[in-house]
């Protein structure tokens, strides 16, 4: 089994940072595209950054320019680095990632337990 652990969100004041960290683990296993998506109260769960295993990134139109996502393959890691913060950002931040385990051909889908981000003054 691989588990997703989030950890970095909390209160921040409009216009601060944040930065999120996703860290893989288990045994034997490949990391493939990764990703952040966050759901806010009463609406649903969103994209809104991924990075394939490769580097290349892909951002949703509403962080573009504020957010970067990274990853770090020897750690089995993805950050999201969050800036310009707005109350709009509120929300649960959710790592997901794609993954094969060692004799095993599928490809699964894994999501952490999330982690609360909250924007406020």
């Known amino acids: 089994q691989v588990q997703l652990a989030e950890s970095g969100g909390g209160l921040v004041q409009p216009g601060g940072s944040l930065r999120l960290s996703c860290a893989a683990s288990?045994?034997?296993?490949?990391?493939?595209?990764m990703g952040w998506y966050r759901q806010a109260p009463g609406k649903q769960r969103e994209l809104v950054a991924g990075?394939?295993?490769?580097?290349?990134?892909n951002y949703v139109d509403f962080v573009k320019g504020r957010f970067t996502i990274s990853r770090d393959n020897a750690k089995n890691t993805v950050y999201l680095q969050m800036n310009s913060l707005k109350p709009e950002d509120t929300a649960a931040y959710y790592c997901?990632?794609?993954?094969?385990?060692?004799?095993?051909?599928?490809?699964?889908?894994?999501w952490g337990q999330g982690t609360l981000v909250t924007v406020s003054s």
């Open positions: 288990g045994s034997d296993f490949s990391i493939y595209a």
């Open positions: 990075i394939t295993s490769g580097g290349r990134t």
């Open positions: 997901n990632s794609m993954v094969r385990v060692a004799g095993d051909l599928r490809i699964l889908e894994v």
